[in-house]
Nanobody, 124 residues
């Protein structure tokens, strides 16, 4: 059974940093395209970043996070990370990691496996 488990969320001050982790079990993440999404209250789920699978580790970022967030992998740990810097209150949301074998995009409908989500709150 496939599980994706996010960790590393919590409260950060504006201008601060957090690193989210997405650990896989029952799935070898290096063989999957991986993505991070977020959803704020009352808003649609938004694509934050994605990274290609082993053969093509191209990365893409949503316009709102370019230059501030970095997606990466540690295949030995079967984990994908999202390093978030220069956080603003607009980054407050539940963050989800997702995996798909075939498609790489920032569209939620393209992803087959999802984590349960983790809260990130940016506030003084």
């Amino acid at each position: 059974q496939v599980h994706l488990v996010e960790s590393g969320g919590g409260l950060a001050q504006p201008g601060g940093s957090l690193r989210l982790s997405c650990a896989g079990s029952g799935i070898t993440l290096e063989n999957y395209n991986m993505a991070w999404f977020r959803q704020a209250p009352g808003k649609e789920r938004e694509g934050v970043s994605c990274i290609g699978s082993l053969k093509d580790q191209v990365t893409y970022y949503g316009d709102s996070v370019k230059g501030r967030f970095t997606i990466s992998r540690d295949n030995a740990k079967n984990t994908v990370y999202l390093q978030m810097t220069d956080l603003t209150p607009e980054d407050t949301a539940v963050y989800y990691c997702a995996a798909d074998r075939l498609r790489l995009s920032l569209q939620p409908r393209h992803y087959n496996y999802w984590g349960q989500g983790i809260q990130v709150t940016v506030s003084n």
